[in-house]
C-alpha cells in the first residue's frame, strides 16, 4: 500500500520539442498526470530541449497547446533545459572536484577501434560500451567530453512500480558514460537528474524504453548526494515495423480536434476503461481507476 500525500508527490512530463505530440507520447502524459493527481501531488512539465540542434522551432509551444487541448495542464510554469545550462556547469563541477568526472579524448571510431582489436565490431544502432581508455590517464590530446567514472560497485538494482525488480550491471552494460558531450552539448542523464533534484521530483513515470537510463540515473544521484525518486516505467505504443512508436518511424501528431478518442486510445493500452462524455469527466474516472490499479491511497 502507498500513501503519499500532495504535498510530498511532484511528478512531471518532459517532452523533447523534436515534433508534435503523438500517441505514444500522450501515453506518457497521460500516465504521469494520473499519478500525480491520484496521489493529489503537483505535475510539472519541463521542455527538454539540451539537444538544440533535434528541436524543432515552435515544437514547445504546440506541444503546449496540445496538452491543455486534452486537459493536462501543468501546476507551474513549464521550463526549458536550453535555460538551466548554469545548474549543469555547477553540477559538472562539483563531479569534477569531487573526483568520478575525468576528461576524455576519444572519438567513436576511436573506442570502435579498441573493441575491433578485441575482434568486436559494432552492431547497427547499438553504442559500444566505452573502453576506460582516457579513465586513468591524462589525455594528450585535446578534450572531447567529460565522462563519468563508475564505482567499483557498478550494478544497480532497483524496484519499479510496474515492472518490478530490476537491476543491470552498468560496467558491463555501457561503461564510463558522458556527461558532456564533445558538441559542448550537456548529456541527457546528468541533465535529468539534476533538473529532477532541482525540481524537487518525487516520481517519474515515463515509457518502458528509458528504463534503462535509470540506473546511470541512480548513479549520478548517489554521486552528487541527490534524493532518488521513485519510477513508474509505462508500456510502449508500437509502430507498424514493431518499434516503439516515434517520429523517426512516422508517428502521426495527434488529432486534438478529438481530444477523447486520443485519450481514450492511450488510456486502453494503461490498462483503463474507455469513458463517453467530456474530458473533464473522463480523466476524473481514469484518476479512480489509477488508483484501484496501483493500490493508492491519499
Keep these: 500500500m502507498t500513501s503519499v500525500t500532495g504535498h510530498h508527490y511532484i511528478g512531471r512530463f518532459a517532452p523533447s520539442p523534436t ?11 497521460l500516465a504521469s498526470w494520473l499519478d500525480a493527481r491520484a496521489h493529489g501531488g503537483r505535475w510539472l512539465v519541463r521542455i527538454e530541449d539540451v539537444d538544440q540542434p ?33 545548474l549543469y556547469r555547477a553540477a559538472l563541477d562539483r563531479l569534477i572536484d569531487a573526483g568520478p568526472a575525468y576528461p576524455c579524448a576519444c572519438s567513436r571510431r576511436d573506442i570502435e577501434r579498441v573493441w575491433a582489436a578485441r ?5 547497427r544502432h547499438e553504442e559500444l560500451v566505452y ?5 586513468d590517464t591524462r589525455p594528450t590530446r585535446a578534450t572531447r567530453a567529460w ?46 537528474v539534476v533538473d529532477d533534484a532541482e525540481q524537487g521530483v518525487t516520481h517519474v513515470v515515463r515509457g518502458e524504453d528509458l528504463a534503462d537510463n535509470t540506473p546511470r540515473q541512480i548513479l549520478l544521484q548517489s554521486a552528487l548526494g541527490l534524493p532518488r525518486p521513485s519510477y513508474l516505467h509505462t508500456a510502449l505504443v508500437l509502430g507498424p515495423d514493431g518499434n516503439k512508436l516515434s517520429k523517426q518511424n512516422g508517428a502521426r501528431s ?3 480536434d478529438s481530444p477523447l478518442a486520443v485519450l481514450n486510445a492511450a488510456a486502453g493500452l494503461l490498462g483503463l476503461a474507455a469513458q463517453q462524455g467530456s474530458v473533464g469527466q473522463a480523466l476524473l474516472a481514469w484518476v479512480r481507476q489509477w488508483s484501484a490499479l496501483y493500490n493508492l491511497t491519499r
Aim: hydrophobic share 50%.
Design 147 to 192: 565522462r563519468f567514472r563508475l564505482p567499483a560497485a557498478a550494478t544497480v538494482e532497483w524496484m519499479d512500480r510496474r515492472i518490478g525488480a530490476q537491476r543491470q550491471d552498468v560496467a558491463a552494460m555501457v561503461g564510463d558514460f558522458v556527461l558532456l558531450r564533445a558538441d559542448a552539448l550537456w548529456a541527457y542523464q546528468l541533465a535529468v
Design 119 to 123: 575482434g568486436i565490431a559494432a552492431q
Design 254 to 256: 495527434i488529432d486534438t
Design 54 to 86: 533535434r528541436s524543432i522551432p515552435g515544437a514547445a509551444q504546440r506541444i503546449l497547446h496540445q496538452l491543455a487541448a486534452l486537459g493536462l495542464e501543468p501546476d507551474e510554469t513549464p521550463v526549458w533545459q536550453s535555460a538551466r545550462s548554469p
Design 131 to 135: 573502453p576506460g581508455t582516457c579513465r
Design 19 to 29: 515534433g508534435d505530440l503523438h500517441q505514444g507520447s500522450v501515453l506518457a502524459a
